[in-house]
C-alpha cells in the first residue's frame, strides 16, 4: 500500500509518471492528493469518516485496536 501511495506521490505531486504508474497508484483519495494543511485535515476526516461508516455498517460496537502503550513504566 505505502508503495502504490508512493508511485501517486511521485506522479501527482512531481510529475514522474513511469510507464503504467496509472494503474498502480490508487485510484481513491489518498496521501498522494495532499497538498496542502488544509487538504491533510480533509482527508484524514473523510478517511475518519469512511472507517467509521464501515464500523456501522459491520455492526462492530467495539472500539477499534490501538497500538499497545507498553514500555518502560507502562504497564
Known sequence: MK???LVGILAKQFGIRPTGWEAIAP???SL???DSPTALADYQAG???YKAQLRAAAGDAVEPRRASRSG???N
Do not use: F, L
Open 72 to 74: 518502560p513504566g507502562r
Open 47 to 49: 478517511k475518519r469518516a
Open 27 to 29: 485510484q481513491h483519495q
Open 32 to 34: 498522494a492528493d495532499v
Open 3 to 5: 508503495s502504490r501511495t
